[in-house]
């Protein structure tokens, strides 16, 4: 159903779809943008710059540049030195959300704290086991 909803860029009131999250005018901006960063990447001498060099030769924000990255307008595997900041530490990354560093941090964080847990259920067991006596009409755990 269709969504009533003010475009964050200019404010406007516009339908909200799941394709679009800006105005038909803002939208028309960004493609006219996407174009202008296209045609400056795809000539030759161009393939090999870096973002800021794409973000000088072009007047685009880089945060427009990097949106066309993450929905995949741009090809990273066209052009060897564009990447995108890892959601983590920001270190340039070309594929993903977070780059290998952070990947193999938060897998040993993930792999510390299930080690953690089974040792609190061992606790626990543990805890729960024991031998009971009576002595003096009571129950007493040893």
Same mark, same amino acid.
Do not use: H
């Given at each position: ?50 973002? !800021? ?9 880089? /945060?427009?540049?990097?949106?066309? +990255? #993450?929905? *995949? %307008?741009?090809? !990273? ?9 890892? /959601?983590?530490?920001?270190?340039? +990354? #070309?594929? *993903? %959300? ?22 609190? %259920? ?21």
């Amino acid at each position: 159903m269709a969504e009533l909803s003010n475009c964050p860029k200019c404010d406007a009131i516009f339908v909200k779809s799941q394709f679009r999250d800006i105005c038909q005018d803002c939208w028309k901006e960004e493609e006219q943008a996407y174009e202008t960063v296209y045609q400056y990447i795809r000539k030759r001498e161009n393939r090999t710059a870096t973002i !800021l060099q794409v973000v000088e030769a072009t007047d685009i924000e880089e /945060e427009l540049i990097l949106k066309f +990255i #993450r929905n *995949g %307008k741009l090809k !990273l595997a066209q052009f060897p030195n564009l990447s995108y900041p890892c /959601e983590k530490c920001g270190r340039g +990354i #070309r594929e *993903g %959300k977070i780059c290998v560093k952070c990947a193999g941090e938060l897998k040993k964080d993930l792999q510390q704290f299930t080690a953690d847990e089974e040792r609190r %259920k061992e606790s626990a067991k543990r805890e729960k086991q024991g031998t009971y006596f009576v002595v003096d009409g009571n129950y007493k755990k040893f």
